[in-house]
């Protein structure tokens, strides 16, 4: 088995040296040697992951009733389920499973798919929001999610949507992860269901099993024997902690690494021409933007919100800090995705910011927190935007920290600026960012909605939420992009306190004799198919 979290006393010191100690010459035939920054990884359990970089590790750890398509965003491609049905109603959708086993050899069945699902509702963690949003709740769980037999999965929709949206978000890493419920629940204390347990272990079976996990040092994958597949070429997969930008690029260069996941502007541009190394960029999902929290009540003030709209340099953030990393974007729908509207056009005009700032109050500008990562490019744009902010009379002090100091007080509803990275897109529809970006239909602290933007910056529009639920019924194609023309229309007019400035992209290096690494725009990057061409 696969799965425990010890590692035999040589793998493991050979591996702490491969993470901490002195450069190699070549990485080995049969490893993949990952770098990025693990600042922002708080627990390894599907249900309550939050970030990009756990996505990218449990990937290739969990699978999904059905997967994302790398390439054709608009695509979804089969994976634990072989197949699938929407009743002519839309109101149910009956996936049938291949035949596969868990890491652990346990069979996948129905019945541990309906457990994940049931679970993510009963727990209420992060995750739990993308279907929460659709109606689904724990109360009525048992319902919605159903076995007839060991080989099929109903899902029964609570409410009017488009199936395809519930079929896409059973794709994503975390909502539609499937997990070995008897493992896990071998695994249960004090009635948890298994989440101290999965913090650090993993019960998946996709192509890796997690092996150990450090936090801020490395995360250890090992090829899944029982994978129902193809085999991996790769017998293990390290991540290592590497947050510094010049560091990636050094030992991506050396040798010391096969991919480097995280390299400011400056070290691609380095890498560009570099013999042996190649670079892959493509659209990614969300937004670097700009958050206010409304449960600060200078904030509830439209004016205060809009004069932060003008105190933003987008072209500025763009050209010297996001290159590599995002690109100019001003809307709350992705790039290419049904609907988007033009670019509404805010420039860096501190004149008028420090004209609405007085006629909402503050003449004599204000005093604010803005917090941010610690690692590229997040502590670069809060720079700059520190100096943006400043020539209207927004006096920034900022706070950088770690994904839990910075996004946990998000979480919280503990803040009173943020320069942050999300905003759905992970879904390849509208519908995706305006429930993380917008949605929030119910504002009170008890609901913990804290996987929505809106929740954790106290902002909640009536009219906004009833427009969302309407594109995501909407079948007419044509009254739906209208539907969403209005929605753009209205967040022009009401100012919610968040604010895109650029589109996400993705840029990885990489060594040039890697095969078959394809990144994929919604961070679940299938690392089974990479290669060494040697």
């Not at 100091?405 to 390849?428: D, K, S």
């Not at 895109?500 to 725009?521: C, H, I, K, Q």
């Amino acid at each position: 088995m696969i799965m425990h979290a010890c590692v035999r006393p040589l793998a493991a010191a050979s591996l702490l040296a491969l993470a901490a100690g002195p450069a190699l010459a070549k990485t080995p035939d049969d490893q993949l040697v990952i770098g990025f920054s693990m600042t922002n990884i708080l627990t390894l359990d599907p249900a309550a992951i939050t970030g990009k970089e756990t996505v990218q590790v449990l990937a290739n750890v969990y699978d999904g009733l059905v997967q994302l398509d790398p390439v054709n965003r608009s695509e979804v491609q089969p994976d634990l389920a072989e197949s699938w049905d929407v009743a002519e109603d839309g109101m149910s959708i009956t996936f049938h499973l291949r035949e596969a086993e868990f890491a652990s050899g346990n069979p996948v069945r129905a019945e541990d798919v309906v457990w994940s699902f049931r679970r993510l509702m009963e727990l209420n963690l992060a995750q739990a929001s993308f279907l929460k949003t659709y109606g689904f709740t724990a109360e009525a769980a048992e319902t919605a999610f159903t076995a007839p037999d060991d080989r099929t999965v109903v899902v029964t929709l609570p409410q009017k949507v488009n199936p395809q949206l519930i079929i896409s978000t059973l794709g994503i890493v975390g909502p539609g992860s499937i997990l070995d419920s008897k493992l896990v629940m071998e695994n249960e204390r004090d009635g948890d269901m298994g989440t101290a347990w999965l913090s650090q272990n993993s019960a998946g079976s996709a192509a890796f099993a997690l092996q150990q996990w450090k936090s801020n040092n490395l995360v250890l994958l090992t090829r899944n024997d029982n994978f129902w597949g193809e085999e991996p070429a790769m017998r293990r997969i390290i991540w290592r902690h590497v947050p510094e930008s010049q560091s990636q690029r050094l030992q991506l260069e050396r040798q010391d690494l096969d991919i480097a996941f995280q390299l400011a502007p400056a070290d691609l541009n380095a890498l560009q021409n570099k013999d042996g190394i190649e670079i892959q960029t493509t659209p990614s999902a969300g937004f670097y933007y700009l958050a206010m929290s409304m449960a600060d009540e200078r904030f509830q003030n439209p004016k205060v919100r809009e004069a932060m709209r003008y105190l933003i340099d987008y072209k500025g953030l763009n050209d010297a800090i996001l290159p590599f990393f995002g690109k100019m974007h001003q809307r709350p729908i992705s790039g290419g995705f049904f609907g988007l509207l033009d670019d509404p056009g805010y420039t860096f005009d501190p004149e008028r910011a420090k004209q609405l700032l007085a006629e909402g109050g503050f003449p004599n500008g204000m005093d604010v927190t803005l917090r941010a990562l610690s690692d590229d490019p997040f502590l670069n744009l809060a720079t700059a935007l520190q100096g943006s902010l400043a020539q209207g009379g927004v006096r920034a002090e900022v706070i950088t920290g770690s994904g839990d100091q910075i996004y946990g007080a998000m979480r919280e509803r503990n803040f009173e600026m943020i320069v942050g990275r999300g905003g759905g897109g992970q879904l390849p529809d509208p519908d995706s960012n305006m429930r993380a970006l917008i949605y929030n239909p119910d504002n009170s602290d008890e609901a913990r909605l804290t996987n929505f933007q809106g929740w954790r910056t106290s902002f909640m529009d009536e009219e906004l939420n009833n427009l969302i639920d309407a594109g995501a019924s909407e079948a007419d194609l044509e009254t739906r992009r209208q539907i969403y023309a209005d929605i753009q229309n209205r967040i022009d007019e009401v100012v919610p306190p968040l604010i895109p400035f650029s589109e996400v992209v993705t840029s990885a290096a990489y060594r040039a004799d890697l095969e078959g690494f394809v990144v994929n725009p919604s961070w679940s990057t299938d690392l089974s198919t990479v290669t060494k061409n040697r």
